[in-house]
């Protein structure tokens, strides 16, 4: 008996300890032009949506940022306008970093004005932006392949021969890189290793969920919950329905928000 009672607790640990889990969508908020990047704040409870608006790579004034409440609703559609192709987004305390191609604009969120536009020297498509503890900001440029770092305003090179580099997050010491279909954690010496490896497509978005765990998305269409030994599982593979460009996470209530790309919409998921 004591032997079938423990046989049959196994059984059940095993199968939590290695449930995959699973996303519910729960919302949709559309007419959103070309959103690329979404980022919770939150000191104000809100979403930041970078709009491209047009060409991923264009300088044509399009470009903007929208404020999204958390239950999907839009606060305010044109928040920032006549910017080119907005992308990633960070936030240090009350000030919101973009990429734009080949610079970075800073806003201040109290008073939502423009207050720097930083040019990169040699970028070719800046992608995503993260910021450690101390305010210093790194960029990824996908096109090149470098990842800039950016101290008082002055942008340089902190590593090359990062091949189609994208999504980027700095977390407990470390900064995290979406290289390609790799997530590499990179250490203060610049010396990196790689977590984790094998997506179906590059990585583009970039969530850490606790426990050295982190959520992924690659552009075309998928999504991935990536476990702290490396190994992950397909949380939504949407391939050819719509794209999963750089996702926003609510950790309070396990939501995260994919950016659909040329479906013009957010959509929310709760993580189960």
Known sequence: MKKLFFLALGACLSTTAFAQRQLTELWETKDLPTPESVLYSAKNDLLY??????????????????????DGSIKQKDWITEMDAPKGLALYKDLLYVADVTSVWVIDVVTGNVVNQIEFPGAVMLNDVTIDDNGVV???DTRSGKIYQMRNNRPAVYLEN?????????????????????????????????????????????????????????????????KADGSFDKLLDVRGKMNTADLGYHPQSNTIFIPTFNNNSVKAYKLN
């Not at 590499?184 to 010396?191: E, F, L, Y």
């Open 49 to 70: 949506v970078s709009l491209i608006d047009g060409d991923a790579m264009a300088k044509d004034g399009k470009g903007g940022v929208a404020i999204l409440n958390l």
């Open 138 to 140: 790194y960029v990824s």
């Open 162 to 226: 990062t091949p189609s580099v994208n999504g980027l997050k700095y977390s407990n010491g470390h900064l995290y890189a979406l290289v390609g279909p790799e997530l590499w954690k990179i250490d203060a010496n610049k010396k990196s290793s790689i977590i984790a490896k094998g997506f179906e497509l590059g990585g583009d978005g970039l969530e850490p969920i606790g426990n050295d765990e982190f959520l992924v998305t690659c552009w075309g269409g998928l999504i991935y919950h990536v």
